[in-house]
């Protein structure tokens, strides 16, 4: 499926990919996609406004890339933590956002 998405004045196509088969299911897919879902999902905190502000989103594209919500980010320049589960928390920038459509895509700095 494509999605184009609003970049700054340019429009970028990303084509995403299946994370799981079609078909029967294997042995231990449970396991398998709770695990994804434990490495991708993530926590927001904006770093310039009151920590008692978050939302959520999930790690896409090249796992530099965090998908969540335009509601949660609203504006091209502020910058986030965003926190794993694991503990680990990294800055996130947004780089592309669709108001119409709710998405906005953060840029990850390791």
């Not at 990919?17 to 709770?34: I, N």
């Not at 978050?54 to 919500?69: E, K, L, P, Q, Y």
Request: with cysteine; hydrophobic share 40%; aromatic share 6%.
């Amino acid at each position: 499926m494509a999605t184009t998405l609003s970049t700054g004045g340019r429009a970028q196509e990303h084509v995403a990919e299946p994370v799981l088969q079609t078909g029967p299911c294997q042995a231990g897919w449970e396991e398998r996609v709770a695990k994804l879902g434990r490495e991708s999902t993530v926590k927001l905190t904006p770093t310039e406004k009151p920590k008692s502000i978050f939302g959520s989103g999930f790690v896409v594209f090249d796992r530099r890339h965090v998908a969540t919500a335009w509601h949660v980010v609203n504006e091209l320049e502020s910058s986030y933590d965003v926190a794993f589960l694991d503990g680990t928390t990294v800055l996130g920038r947004p780089v592309a956002v669709d108001a119409v459509n709710d998405l906005a895509i953060l840029e990850l700095t390791r």
